[in-house]
């Protein structure tokens, strides 16, 4: 199993969701993304930020999050701005379903 963190911050929500993504698998050497879990600033255009990620891992890979105050890493303590952060998990033992429910 790998795990690996990627974090950005910047206004366009598309290239934000790119270098996340882009941080996290380069820096951990993932090759198949099982999960990503991803997390933005409510500044952050939600679908786009969406969108970004998609163009790294695919649009198989399951994304779950949502919006965030902050952003803690091992190196960074963000409250401002545009922040995002990820955290991409690739391993070969672990079988990963994700479902939501509609609100009616």
Do not use: W
Not at 34 to 50: D, I, K, N, T
Not at 73 to 79: F, H, K, Q, R
Request: hydrophobic letters at 45%.
């Amino acid at each position: 199993m790998k795990v690996e963190i990627g974090y950005d911050d910047q206004k366009k929500a598309i290239l934000l969701g790119r270098k996340v993504a882009e941080n996290a698998v380069k820096n951990g050497n993932i090759e198949r993304p099982a999960l990503v879990m991803a997390f933005c600033s409510g500044r952050v255009y939600h679908e786009e930020f969406f969108k970004g990620l998609q163009v790294v891992v695919g649009n198989q890979v399951p994304i779950i999050g949502g919006s965030a105050i902050g952003i803690i890493t091992t190196d960074i303590l963000s409250y401002e701005g545009h922040m995002a952060g990820v955290a991409i998990i690739e391993s070969e033992t672990i079988q990963l379903r994700v479902a939501s429910a509609g609100s009616g």
